[in-house]
């Protein structure tokens, strides 16, 4: 239904027969012109002219109905003799609040009937109409007749119609109240019904409009996306022709959508200031705000799109705003029914752009993380909680051999690559690579042998670590590992050339060796030797047994690599052991002073060649890496402890256990040295007069631990440096009883 203010004239429609008959028959012809015409769009119109047509004493119908929207009372039309006068005055009275007057027959809910210009007149300004025609035609005409006709349906009141005459004679011929009134009660059903009606299409176009905003969040590919499908379909709702729609980015504002007139005066990809107005109003209100556009308004160029209202609503999605609506309406009094609309939608909007926002961020991220993975030259190969492989890159595929694309689940992986340790055993189920990051461990240089897809056999060495979930649960596994077969298969020809040239240089060595020691002593002996000759044979014999040294550590490597470095452990009395090699020391080495302390005798039971190599290796660290004439000491004692796993626990009534003690006041180490000082070729370089291969606290280490002992370092930059080795007084059987005394024998 239109409530646009229209008049027609008398002879637009064809007059009903009427002559002579009754005045309910006519009326009710009235009734039935309508109940004909209940689609036409021009109901209101055509219902005060069909009255003014039926009922020739009434020279002007008056139509009042109350808007659904904001209860405002307003003409919507007028037939008659006054109708084209009345017309320009009508069409921009409002009734508001319209049940402001006392006489007004929606609050009695009766019809009534004023007699008297001046009532009339003065009826209307209490009502708050301003309307000079009205006023002029109820007090310039000596007879002023109006019947006051209200429009109820059930308990709503749809509005009044008003029968006006200003002749005398006339307003006695018209019908009785009764019948006027019941053919006001049938225009009321009539209105009634195309108000619905038209209300229900507004709904039905509402949702068409909603379920297209609906598909529109649904359906974006990105936040521009969104923008532009849900900008349309948004302002339809609201009923807006021009809309636009601008979004948060780096603390300012992009225009990333505009409709209708919007889009003739504002650029796309303009760039707004969210701390300038009406932005800012409206960042500050937190909700929607209405302003109406003039010369002083930042936005006042808007006026020459045919804009003069605006209504802008903040998109929320927490304390900051993630974009503005804002819809413009042609003029002052447009725009109230869009708030509900607005404040409904806009949250929604807002969430959906909060979301399309974090996929799109969450999607460059997975594509830049996808792009580091597939650069890698390490495999690496992610499975969900259950096993399920979801993402492997080429390089997994290759240095596995496998096409991954048909393997799904964990299991099948590692029955395709029949994992077995280094030393030929199956590895159990529990204890393969993803199995361990699934039970929440996490590991780094686990060397395992598999069996590629191309039936190759190859060494692997894995890192692994579980994928946490946001309530901490884990969500699944990942593994990083590289091909270690090349570098196994290079590691051991060194270790055979190592052995090789290492037994080869043993003997003329040990020759070397002899005769320096021999000529060092005649040196020594000489009553007329000279100083300089001694201190020249003592630092040949020093040089002897460095080299002496470094040929026996490699010798030592290559054994335990090999796996026959073996122990003779026999009884034997631990301090003389101790004294001949502190005697070595100070013979090879007068610039630092060593003092052996403990007990006279102290027995053990150990491989005495290998305890004599401990402590030269320490003392020749010692001695290295401090400065001339410090001392170092030994210091030896009992105590009464377990050694479990690398556990030193101290208990009355344990074993007996000895603890030798090799202090030095050199230049001590950080911690970062300490962690890895028994490490294989690891130098700690905190000397110029650092030397060697890296290989003596290793070998030492692992001495003893096949002792069934310990040994640990104290150290701090600057203060010197203690280690301590914890040996069981009763050492485990040896592993071959009959092992030659000849092959562990060192050359020192």
Same mark, same amino acid.
């Given at each position: 239904?239109?409530e646009?203010?229209?008049?027609?004239?008398?002879?637009?429609l064809?007059?009903?027969?009427?002559s002579?008959?009754?005045h309910?028959v006519?009326?009710l012809?009235?009734v039935a012109?309508?109940?004909?015409?209940?689609?036409?769009?021009?109901?209101?119109?055509r219902?005060?002219?069909?009255v003014?047509?039926?009922?020739?004493?009434?020279?002007t119908a008056l139509?009042?109905?109350?808007?659904?929207?904001?209860?405002?009372?307003r003409p919507v039309?007028?037939?008659?003799?006054?109708?084209?006068?009345?017309?320009?005055?009508l069409a921009?009275m409002?009734?508001?609040?319209?049940?402001?007057?006392p006489?007004?027959?929606?609050?009695?809910?009766?019809?009534q009937?004023?007699?008297?210009?001046?009532?009339?007149?003065?009826?209307?300004?209490?009502?708050?109409?301003?309307a000079?025609?009205?006023?002029?035609?109820?007090?310039d005409?000596?007879?002023?007749?109006?019947?006051?006709?209200p429009?109820?349906v059930?308990?709503d009141?749809?509005?009044?119609l008003?029968?006006?005459?200003t002749?005398g004679?006339?307003?006695?011929?018209?019908?009785?109240l009764m019948?006027?009134q019941?053919?006001a009660?049938?225009?009321?059903l009539?209105?009634?019904?195309?108000q619905?009606?038209?209300?229900?299409h507004?709904l039905?176009?509402?949702?068409?409009? @909603?379920?297209? *905003?609906l598909a529109?969040?649904?359906? #974006? !590919? =990105?936040?521009q996306?969104l923008?532009?499908? $849900? &900008?349309?379909?948004?302002a339809?709702?609201?009923g807006?022709?021009?809309?636009?729609l601008?979004?948060s980015?780096?603390?300012?504002?992009?225009?990333?959508?505009?409709?209708?007139?919007?889009?003739?005066?504002?650029?796309?990809?303009?760039?707004?200031?969210?701390?300038?107005?009406?932005?800012a109003?409206a960042g500050r209100?937190?909700?929607?705000?209405?302003q109406?556009?003039?010369?002083?308004h930042?936005?006042a160029?808007?006026?020459a799109?045919?804009?003069?209202?605006l209504t802008?609503?903040?998109?929320?999605?927490?304390?900051?705003?993630?974009? @503005?609506?804002? *819809?413009?309406w042609?003029?002052?009094? #447009? !725009? =109230?029914?869009a708030?509900?609309?607005?404040? $409904? &939608?806009?949250?929604?909007?807002?969430?959906?752009?909060?979301?399309?926002q974090?996929?799109?961020?969450g999607l460059r991220?997975?594509?830049?993380l996808?792009?580091v993975?597939?650069?890698?030259?390490e495999?690496?190969?992610?499975?969900?909680?259950?096993?399920?492989?979801t993402?492997?890159?080429?390089a997994a595929?290759s240095?596995?051999?496998?096409?991954?694309a048909?393997?799904?689940?964990r299991?099948?992986?590692?029955?395709?690559?029949?994992?077995?340790?280094?030393?030929?055993?199956?590895?159990?189920?529990?204890?393969?690579?993803?199995?361990?990051?699934?039970?929440?461990?996490?590991?780094t240089d686990?060397?395992?042998?598999?069996?590629r897809?191309?039936?190759?056999? $190859?060494?692997?060495?894995?890192?692994?670590a579980p994928?946490?979930?946001?309530?901490?649960?884990?969500?699944?596994?990942?593994?990083?590992f590289?091909?270690?077969t090349e570098q196994?298969?290079?590691?051991a020809?060194?270790?055979?050339?190592?052995?090789?040239?290492?037994?080869e240089?043993r003997?003329?060595l040990?020759a070397?060796?002899?005769y320096?020691?021999?000529?060092?002593?005649?040196?020594l002996?000489?009553?007329?030797?000279?100083e300089r000759?001694?201190?020249?044979?003592?630092?040949?014999?020093r040089?002897?047994d460095?080299?002496?040294?470094?040929?026996?550590?490699?010798?030592?490597?290559?054994?335990?690599?090999?796996g026959?470095?073996d122990?003779?452990?026999?009884?034997?009395?631990?301090?003389?052991?101790l004294?001949a090699c502190?005697?070595?020391?100070?013979?090879g080495?007068?610039?630092?002073?060593?003092?052996?302390?403990g007990?006279?005798?102290?027995?053990?039971v150990?491989?005495?060649?290998?305890?004599?190599?401990?402590?030269?290796?320490?003392?020749?660290?010692?001695?290295?890496?401090?400065p001339?004439?410090?001392?170092?000491?030994v210091?030896?004692?009992?105590?009464?402890?377990?050694i479990?796993?690398?556990?030193?626990?101290?208990?009355d009534?344990?074993?007996?256990c000895?603890?030798?003690a090799?202090?030095?006041q050199?230049?001590?180490?950080p911690?970062e040295?300490q962690?890895?000082?028994?490490?294989?070729y690891?130098?700690a370089?905190?000397?110029?007069?650092?030397s060697?291969?890296g290989?003596?606290?290793?070998?030492?280490?692992?001495?003893?631990?096949?002792?069934?002992g310990?040994i640990w370092?104290?150290?701090a930059p600057?203060?010197?440096?203690?280690?301590y080795v914890?040996?069981p007084?009763?050492?485990?059987p040896?592993?071959?009883?009959a092992?030659?005394?000849?092959?562990?024998?060192?050359?020192?």
């Amino acid at each position: 239904m239109s409530e646009r203010f229209e008049s027609l004239h008398q002879s637009s429609l064809p007059a009903p027969e009427r002559s002579g008959a009754p005045h309910a028959v006519v009326l009710l012809g009235v009734v039935a012109q309508l109940t004909r015409q209940l689609d036409a769009p021009d109901l209101p119109l055509r219902a005060a002219r069909l009255v003014v047509e039926a009922l020739p004493m009434v020279e002007t119908a008056l139509l009042w109905l109350v808007s659904r929207a904001d209860r405002r009372l307003r003409p919507v039309a007028v037939a008659g003799a006054q109708a084209q006068w009345l017309q320009p005055a009508l069409a921009h009275m409002v009734v508001e609040p319209w049940m402001g007057g006392p006489a007004w027959p929606l609050l009695q809910r009766q019809a009534q009937v004023l007699t008297s210009g001046a009532a009339y007149a003065a009826d209307l300004e209490a009502l708050g109409v301003q309307a000079e025609p009205l006023r002029r035609l109820s007090t310039d005409r000596p007879a002023f007749h109006v019947v006051r006709l209200p429009l109820l349906v059930g308990g709503d009141a749809l509005g009044v119609l008003e029968l006006i005459t200003t002749q005398g004679q006339a307003a006695g011929a018209l019908p009785d109240l009764m019948t006027l009134q019941a053919v006001a009660d049938h225009l009321a059903l009539a209105l009634d019904y195309v108000q619905r009606a038209d209300e229900t299409h507004r709904l039905q176009r509402r949702l068409q409009a @909603f379920d297209a *905003l609906l598909a529109a969040i649904a359906s #974006a !590919g =990105d936040v521009q996306q969104l923008a532009e499908r $849900a &900008l349309p379909a948004l302002a339809h709702l609201a009923g807006s022709e021009h809309a636009l729609l601008a979004l948060s980015e780096d603390g300012q504002v992009r225009v990333a959508a505009l409709t209708g007139a919007l889009a003739t005066v504002v650029d796309r990809n303009t760039w707004l200031a969210p701390d300038a107005e009406p932005l800012a109003e409206a960042g500050r209100a937190g909700s929607l705000i209405v302003q109406d556009l003039g010369p002083a308004h930042p936005w006042a160029a808007l006026q020459a799109a045919g804009i003069a209202r605006l209504t802008i609503m903040p998109l929320l999605a927490g304390p900051t705003p993630v974009g @503005f609506l804002i *819809l413009g309406w042609p003029d002052e009094q #447009a !725009g =109230d029914e869009a708030r509900a609309i607005l404040e $409904a &939608l806009a949250p929604q909007l807002a969430l959906a752009i909060v979301n399309q926002q974090r996929h799109s961020a969450g999607l460059r991220e997975h594509r830049l993380l996808s792009s580091v993975i597939a650069s890698l030259n390490e495999g690496v190969i992610i499975c969900d909680r259950l096993g399920r492989l979801t993402l492997a890159n080429r390089a997994a595929a290759s240095l596995l051999g496998l096409d991954l694309a048909l393997i799904r689940t964990r299991g099948e992986l590692m029955q395709a690559l029949q994992v077995r340790s280094l030393d030929g055993h199956n590895v159990p189920p529990e204890a393969l690579p993803l199995s361990r990051a699934l039970q929440g461990e996490s590991y780094t240089d686990y060397e395992v042998e598999v069996t590629r897809g191309t039936g190759e056999r $190859a060494i692997l060495c894995f890192s692994g670590a579980p994928l946490y979930a946001d309530d901490g649960s884990i969500a699944g596994g990942v593994i990083v590992f590289r091909d270690l077969t090349e570098q196994k298969l290079h590691d051991a020809a060194r270790s055979e050339f190592l052995a090789v040239a290492a037994h080869e240089l043993r003997a003329p060595l040990a020759a070397v060796k002899g005769y320096a020691d021999l000529l060092l002593q005649r040196e020594l002996q000489r009553p007329d030797g000279s100083e300089r000759d001694r201190r020249g044979m003592q630092m040949l014999a020093r040089q002897i047994d460095h080299l002496v040294q470094l040929v026996d550590n490699l010798l030592n490597l290559s054994r335990l690599d090999a796996g026959r470095f073996d122990l003779y452990l026999q009884p034997v009395d631990l301090m003389p052991l101790l004294e001949a090699c502190v005697d070595r020391m100070r013979m090879g080495d007068p610039a630092h002073q060593f003092e052996l302390r403990g007990p006279e005798s102290l027995p053990l039971v150990c491989d005495q060649l290998r305890v004599q190599q401990v402590l030269t290796n320490l003392l020749s660290n010692a001695a290295r890496y401090s400065p001339a004439g410090t001392q170092v000491t030994v210091e030896v004692w009992t105590t009464s402890c377990t050694i479990e796993g690398g556990v030193v626990t101290e208990l009355d009534g344990a074993e007996q256990c000895v603890m030798i003690a090799v202090r030095d006041q050199g230049v001590g180490m950080p911690p970062e040295v300490q962690a890895r000082i028994f490490d294989r070729y690891f130098r700690a370089n905190t000397s110029a007069a650092a030397s060697g291969l890296g290989l003596g606290l290793y070998i030492t280490r692992e001495i003893v631990l096949r002792h069934g002992g310990k040994i640990w370092v104290e150290s701090a930059p600057g203060q010197g440096t203690s280690v301590y080795v914890l040996l069981p007084v009763q050492a485990a059987p040896p592993r071959d009883a009959a092992a030659p005394a000849l092959a562990n024998q060192s050359l020192g």
